[in-house]
């Protein structure tokens, strides 16, 4: 089945110590976005990716950065994780931008701070 | 600024017992309104697309209905398993094509 696949989905790190979370699709979708989720909050964009141009919400921190090598990948990288950036992340596709598709999201990683 | 609320934030029904969840928005162009299922630890699962006043959709016991400010999720005689956390979320014209924005969810269980 295709699908959008995040890993790992329990990510434990120090404060202040630099973590790759990752994302991979087999739907061959042009978007793939990044949201972060705290508990019983909505999901909150940080960016997306629509192809190779990368676009970036504007209350998205400086901390928070994401790189996309291919059309199936894409990571978010956190450089210096705070106790506030304890969350679940959560990695979405969609087919293109011009109409209003559904994103397809993977089951997440919950990334905790020590 | 655009805006989704849900109401409300639980609900606990019987099984079998028919209930509704609200989506109200504030949207100055609405290109679409989703529904989502979520379960605890997972990430949201699509249920429904909605474009235009007036559009329904159905999934089994899942109903969704669109006006101008707000949406409802029907769900008739529910079971165990339909317990999770269903979340609205509106795309909007002015925001372009690639941002939702979503509610907070409305967390709802099922009790045998």
């Known amino acids: 089945d295709a699908m959008v696949i995040q890993n790992p989905r329990y990510q434990v790190t120090q404060f202040g110590k630099p973590v790759t979370l990752s994302c991979s699709q087999t739907?061959?979708?042009?978007?793939m976005y990044w949201y972060q989720q705290k508990s019983s909050q909505a999901p909150k964009l940080l960016f997306h990716y629509y192809d190779k141009d990368f676009n970036n919400e504007a209350d998205t921190p400086d901390n928070f950065q994401s790189r996309r090598p291919n059309t199936s990948f894409c990571f978010l990288d956190i450089r210096s994780p705070g106790l506030g950036d304890a969350a679940m992340y959560l990695c979405?596709?969609?087919?293109?931008?011009?109409?209003?598709?559904?994103?397809?999201f993977g089951d997440g990683t919950r990334l905790s701070i020590l | 600024e655009d805006q989704v609320t849900q109401s409300p934030e639980a609900l606990r029904l019987q099984e079998g017992e028919s209930s509704s969840l609200n989506c109200s928005y504030t949207?100055?162009?609405?290109?679409?309104l989703f529904w989502y299922r979520q379960d605890p630890g997972k990430g949201p699962e699509f249920l429904f697309t909605?474009?235009?006043a007036g559009e329904e959709k159905e999934k089994e016991r899942l109903k969704a209905t669109l006006t101008k400010k707000e949406s409802f999720l029907h769900i008739t005689a529910p079971k165990p398993e339909d317990s999770a956390t269903y979340l609205c979320?509106?795309?909007?014209?002015?925001?372009?094509?690639?941002?939702?924005?979503f509610g907070q969810g409305t967390r709802l269980t099922i009790n045998p």
């Open positions: 909605l474009y235009s």
């Open positions: 949207v100055s162009g609405l290109r679409g």
């Open positions: 979320a509106v795309q909007a014209i002015e925001q372009g094509a690639q941002k939702l924005v």
């Open positions: 739907l061959n979708h042009n978007v």
């Open positions: 979405a596709t969609s087919r293109d931008l011009g109409s209003p598709r559904p994103q397809h």
